[in-house]
Nanobody, 130 residues
Framework: QVQLAESGGDSVQSGGSLKLSCVVS????????LGWFRQVPGVERELGAI?????????SYADSVKGRFTISKDYAKNTMYLEMNYLKPEDTAMYFC??????????????????????WGQGTQVTVSS
């Protein structure tokens, strides 16, 4: 019954910006850690972490996006966001939002381990051209 729906993916030139949205339903939005991950089919062997946000709003970022991306959430709208700036071709991937219904060890993983997430959206494609 937990459902996540990403949107906002698009094609953009290097240096451009995009804002992704993830609408979450079927669970208390404010009680769980949420995260953004990405995957390049045929290239990357596993989902790569982008950012995580805890139940109380603590955020963490992968080194590859730190300073460029911002994760946030709106409790009233049950929506999580990922604002992406200064996009690079290497950011091209399918972007997924996820929720860790069983919790995460924030001190150990900072919400950046895909293994701790068990509910996923269907993904939204982000393509960054040179």
């Amino acid at each position: 019954q937990v459902q996540l729906a990403e949107s906002g993916g698009d094609s953009v030139q290097s240096g451009g910006s995009l804002k992704l949205s993830c609408v979450v339903s079927g669970l208390p939005f404010g009680d769980y850690c949420l995260g953004w991950f990405r995957q390049v089919p045929g290239v990357e062997r596993e989902l790569g972490a982008i950012a995580g946000i805890s139940d109380i709003g603590t955020t963490s970022y992968a080194d590859s996006v730190k300073g460029r991306f911002t994760i946030s959430k709106d409790y009233a709208k049950n929506t999580m966001y990922l604002e992406m700036n200064y996009l690079k071709p290497e950011d091209t991937a399918m972007y997924f939002c996820a929720v860790a219904t069983k919790g995460v060890n924030w001190l150990r993983t900072q919400g950046l381990s895909p293994d701790e997430y068990d509910s996923w959206g269907q993904g939204t494609q982000v393509t960054v051209s040179s």
